[in-house]
């Protein structure tokens, strides 16, 4: 029995230490990561006119429109708020950051198999795909989310103090998306299904996520269903955030975030375990 326990722990303490070389290689090859960030961000804006500038065009033209019809025209308000941004704030803080985590997974469920050539051509460890998959993401998003931050400013409405508690919900997020996405980038080279399922399942969970209405409308029979939904509660703390000028009610995020931590042992284990099995799928 205790012989048992003792082979077991090793085991334990063994893949450990495989995951650790897994991370310790991806930081050695952090130059790589960031090229290949920087090649995606320019083939993005090859042959285009005005170039990068589209990054700014596209988020400021929603940003306007979202102002304009919802504050101006429909004067669209949520209850307890003064402000007549505030419907537009709340879209805004939704709306984006589920952007974020709606690319992130869509673009790590389909990582590998969109590299595959690249893959094969060039020895690099493979970990680096979904980090390149976080850092493009990211740095679109930085982008994007500076400019809402400056429509808060313009417009008065910047949430103050309470703005510094963005930055842990979004690593929670970020832990949480990376995970499941790698998960089922894993499982995407096996099964090719699992591509197709991400794309429609991401269309429900929109839905099933207080992004484009506030959660006071929720029936109650539903809130206990919404808040198994670990991106309602990473979305709803954004709104405290940016729309109620509030702290975020961390008891509500921290399972987000173990769940995270779990989906990304398991995804790296899994990686670990069946790269060999991977490269001859691909």
């Excluded at 029995?1 to 077991?8: A, D, H, L, P």
């Excluded at 042959?47 to 429909?74: D, E, K, R």
């Excluded at 990376?178 to 998960?183: A, E, K």
């Excluded at 029979?221 to 009610?249: C, K, S």
Aim: with cysteine; aromatic share 18%; hydrophobic share 55%.
């Amino acid at each position: 029995m205790y012989w048992g326990v003792i082979q077991e722990s090793e085991k334990l303490v063994g893949k450990f230490f495989n995951i650790l070389r897994m991370l310790k290689a991806l930081w050695a090859y952090r130059g790589f990561v960031w090229a290949s960030v920087k090649r995606e961000f320019q083939a993005r804006y090859k042959n285009s006119m005005l170039g990068a500038a589209w990054t700014v065009i596209n988020p400021l033209a929603m940003i306007t429109v979202y102002t304009v019809i919802f504050s101006q025209i429909l004067r669209a308000k949520l209850p307890g708020v003064e402000s007549s941004f505030s419907y537009s704030i709340y879209l805004c803080a939704g709306i984006l950051t589920w952007g974020l985590f709606a690319e992130i997974l869509g673009r790590a469920t389909n990582i590998f198999l969109e590299q595959a050539n690249f893959i094969k051509k060039i020895n690099f460890p493979r970990i680096c795909l979904p980090a390149i998959v976080v850092c493009s993401a990211g740095l679109n998003f930085a982008i994007i989310f500076g400019l809402f931050l400056g429509f808060l400013l313009v417009t008065g409405n910047f949430p103050g103090w309470s703005f510094l508690g963005f930055f842990p919900v979004l690593v929670v997020q970020i832990v949480f998306t990376i995970g499941l996405g790698t998960l089922m980038g894993i499982l995407n080279v096996f099964f090719r299904d699992v591509g197709q399922f991400i794309l429609i399942a991401l269309q429900f969970w929109f839905w099933l996520t207080p992004i484009v209405y506030p959660v006071s409308i929720v029936p109650d029979y539903a809130l206990e269903l919404l808040n198994l939904n670990p991106m309602a509660r990473v979305i709803e703390a954004y709104h405290t955030i940016f729309v109620y000028g509030q702290w975020p009610d961390w008891s509500a995020l921290w399972p987000v975030g173990l769940v995270g931590l779990f989906l990304s042992w398991v995804a790296l284990l899994t990686f670990y375990k069946r790269s060999a099995e991977m490269m001859d799928e691909l």
